[in-house]
C-alpha cells in the first residue's frame, strides 16, 4: 500500500485551505441554490393556490320624473371577442336588482353586445326631484376562470363596446395609478325611447371593475375600472354617443409568473 506523503508542510497546508475554503464556498452555493429553488416553490404554490380573479358590474339608472314606454339598449361589457362575463347572469335573469317589471334581453349586434331593458313605465315616488331622483341599481359579481389582464382592458378584457376614440385623459381626483397604469377616455354608444316631460333628466351609468386577488407573505391585488355615464333631458328617441372612461394599472404587479 502507498502512502502519500507531501514533501513540504507549508505547501501541504496552502492545499488544505484551499480544499476548505473550495468545500465551504461548494456548500454555500448548493444551500443557497436549494433555498432560493423552495422560496421560489414556494411563492409560486402561495400565488397559484390563493390568486382569484373577479368582475363587479352594475347599471344604474336615476330620473326625476315619469317615464313611459321605455326601451333601453344598453352596451354589456366584453372582451374584443364578444366573451363577457356578466353574460350568463343576464340571460338567467340572475342579475340582482332587476325590478318586476322590467323585461331584460341580450342582443349581439355585430359590433357589441347589448342588454334591452323594456317597462311599460317607471314612475318615482313622491318626493323625487333632480336633487333626489329615483335611483334603480342592477348589479352582480361573477369569478374569472383566467387571470384578467388589468394592465391593458381595451385590448384584452371586456369593456363597453364598440371602444372609439381611445384617448389618453387626467385622472380623476388627479391621481395616476402609482404602478405606472394610465387613465384613458373613450366614446361609445346607446339607445333610449321612452316619452318624458321636456325638464325631466334621466341617466344612465354602467361600471365595471376588474380585479385579481392573491396572497404571498401578505395579500395584494391589482384591478382596472371602467364606466360609461349619459344625462339625458326630456323625450328621448335614438342611438347615443356616450363617453367611457377607464383606469388601468391599478395595484401591485410583483407577482410571479405562472408555470403550466
Not at 347589448?114 to 334603480?136: L, Q, W
Not at 373613450?186 to 333610449?192: I, P
Request: glycine share 6%; charged share 15%.
Amino acid at each position: 500500500m502507498w502512502i502519500y506523503l507531501c514533501p513540504f508542510r507549508g505547501m501541504c497546508q496552502v492545499m488544505d485551505r484551499i480544499i476548505k475554503i473550495t468545500l465551504s464556498i461548494f456548500i454555500i452555493v448548493l444551500v443557497t441554490f436549494v433555498a432560493l429553488v423552495s422560496y421560489n416553490g414556494y411563492v409560486e404554490n402561495a400565488y397559484r393556490t390563493s390568486l382569484t380573479s373577479s368582475y363587479s358590474y352594475s347599471c344604474t339608472i336615476t330620473t326625476d320624473s315619469p317615464l313611459a314606454n321605455v326601451t333601453l339598449f344598453l352596451p354589456v361589457p366584453a372582451d374584443t371577442t364578444g366573451n363577457s362575463p356578466v353574460i350568463a347572469q343576464l340571460s338567467a335573469h340572475e342579475v340582482s336588482g332587476v325590478p318586476d317589471t322590467w323585461k331584460t334581453e341580450l342582443y349581439e349586434t355585430g359590433k357589441s353586445t347589448m342588454v334591452k331593458i323594456t317597462t311599460p313605465s317607471i314612475i318615482p315616488p313622491e318626493g323625487t326631484s333632480a336633487k333626489n331622483p329615483f335611483t334603480v341599481t342592477i348589479y352582480t359579481n361573477v369569478s374569472s376562470g383566467n387571470l384578467i389582464d388589468t394592465r391593458n382592458p381595451v385590448e384584452n378584457s371586456p369593456m363597453f363596446r364598440p371602444v372609439q376614440d381611445v384617448t389618453a385623459t387626467a385622472c380623476r381626483n388627479d391621481q395616476a395609478p402609482a404602478s405606472g397604469g394610465q387613465c384613458s377616455s373613450y366614446l361609445t354608444s346607446l339607445y333610449a325611447n321612452y316619452q318624458a316631460s321636456p325638464n325631466a333628466e334621466v341617466s344612465v351609468r354602467s361600471s365595471l371593475t376588474g380585479t385579481n386577488e392573491w396572497t404571498i407573505f401578505e395579500p395584494k391585488e391589482n384591478e382596472y375600472r371602467t364606466d360609461i355615464y349619459l344625462l339625458m333631458f326630456g323625450e328621448q328617441k335614438g342611438w347615443t354617443t356616450v363617453r367611457g372612461y377607464v383606469e388601468s394599472g391599478i395595484g401591485a404587479y410583483d407577482a410571479p409568473s405562472l408555470h403550466t
